[in-house]
């Protein structure tokens, strides 16, 4: 099963469950009260993702002259890409590290910590760079806030449920409200809407090391950068706003067990393997 599909199932899944979850609140009315709530809350966060994410990372715009080789590299793979070339930011963080935000191609900046320059080579930071760039191409930005809307709609409905239940809510009639399959849509409609929204953020993650792999031509390179990077975060790792952090080409958070169910990064070891395994044309 490619990623791709992978994704189209889980969205899939995370609109079935809304749907499941408002028929059990309330019908169709709850189920429409709780998706414009989120969609409202998200809307304005997908046009202002970049700037919220570049503030939060306290990250700052430079020109060519103050970063010729990192301008140099953005401007050639993302010719590569087919894309307008992004903005480019530097985050004053010695831990190395980068990602992208953007709501589409011609809204889009790249960013990489002062730690990145000094610890990747070129042909490495190619191959960040080319794996932000595919984030920028997949238009994944679109992607995730489509799926955060879903995942908070659903939120809000856990939440509509419970107050329903304390106020007398929850009858057993035909416009739905049966007590049982509320306190199941409270519990366990959150949970599973988290976990198939952070396994679209992996499979996403999938998809643009092998985009990033393509546009730079050199997936060695990028498996080596990852290498890299894994090993400064877990010795160093970054001081960083949660919700910024599935954004990261590396998880900046460490987790563990079952934190990994709620990872939004896939295991780095099976980044690499499926690398390696690339054939590129350069």
Not at 88 to 106: H, K, L, Q, W
Not at 113 to 129: D, F, Y
Not at 210 to 218: D, L, P, V, W
Not at 228 to 240: E, F, G
């Amino acid at each position: 099963m490619t990623n791709t599909i992978k994704t189209f199932i889980l969205m899939a899944a995370l609109t079935g469950l809304f749907m499941v979850g408002g028929e059990i609140l309330g019908g169709r009315q709850g189920m429409m009260i709780a998706f414009f709530m989120a969609l409202a809350m998200n809307f304005f966060a997908y046009w202002n993702s970049d700037k919220m994410a570049l503030a939060m990372n306290r990250a700052r715009e430079v020109s060519e002259a103050e970063a010729p080789e990192l301008h140099q590299i953005v401007a050639h793979l993302a010719q590569r890409a087919g894309i307008p070339k992004p903005r480019v930011y530097i985050v004053d963080n010695p831990t190395p590290n980068a990602f992208a935000t953007g709501r589409n191609p011609e809204h889009a900046a790249v960013a990489v910590t002062t730690g990145i320059m000094q610890v990747l080579n070129r042909e490495e930071l190619a191959g960040v760079i080319g794996h932000e760039l595919g984030h920028i191409k997949n238009r994944d930005i679109l992607i995730s806030s489509i799926a955060a809307v879903m995942a908070g709609a659903i939120s809000y409905m856990a939440t509509m449920a419970q107050w329903a239940m304390i106020f007398g809510g929850g009858r057993d009639d035909d416009e739905g409200g049966n007590p049982i399959a509320m306190l199941i849509m409270m519990i366990v409609a959150p949970l599973a809407a988290s976990l198939i929204q952070m396994a679209i953020s992996r499979s996403r993650e999938f998809i643009a090391d092998r985009t990033g792999a393509e546009i730079c031509g050199n997936p060695k390179a990028l498996a080596s950068a990852l290498q890299k990077l894994s090993t400064y975060n877990a010795q160093r790792p970054m001081q960083v706003n949660p919700a910024t952090a599935q954004m990261y080409i590396v998880n900046p958070l460490r987790g563990g067990g079952l934190m990994s169910l709620f990872s939004t990064h896939p295991p780095m070891e099976e980044r690499i393997r499926r690398l390696l395994s690339m054939q590129v044309r350069g």
